[in-house]
């Protein structure tokens, strides 16, 4: 799923939650809970599956009508841990230290990493 198809919404429960966009039905799939915790001097950010704690995996559906703001803009950060958390594959920030990496044919070309 494309990151532009990502939203970020509150719902009429006050559940601030994260989903992707089904164009066909409108409806937004694979929902998360997103949770602001506070820590010390500072907040973390938890991304829960929506039905925390009877179901492990972030899956399910809302409908457009369940939402009544929807965040402006959503953080790069934020999108890399919601993917995260939905396919268990952690999402590098910095890729600085692999600027030695040399793919299977020891060519050194700009092939890049694929996860």
Avoid: C, H
């Avoid at 919404?9 to 994260?18: A, C, E, F, I, Y």
């Avoid at 500072?42 to 995996?57: D, K, N, R, T």
């Avoid at 999108?79 to 600027?99: G, H």
């Amino acid at each position: 799923m494309a990151y532009e198809n990502i939203r970020f919404v509150k719902l009429v429960t006050g559940d601030s939650v994260m989903g992707e966009q089904e164009e066909e039905s409108g409806k937004i799939k694979n929902i998360a809970l997103i949770q602001a915790i506070p820590s010390g001097n500072s907040m973390q950010v938890a991304v829960l599956p929506f039905g925390f704690p009877f179901e492990e995996e972030i899956g399910g559906e809302i409908s457009e009508k369940d939402i009544i703001y929807e965040y402006s803009s959503v953080p790069e950060e934020l999108k890399n841990k919601y993917l995260e958390a939905k396919s268990n594959i952690r999402i590098s920030q910095n890729m600085d230290n692999l600027k030695d990496f040399q793919g299977g044919s020891g060519s050194g070309g700009n092939s890049g990493l694929i996860i």
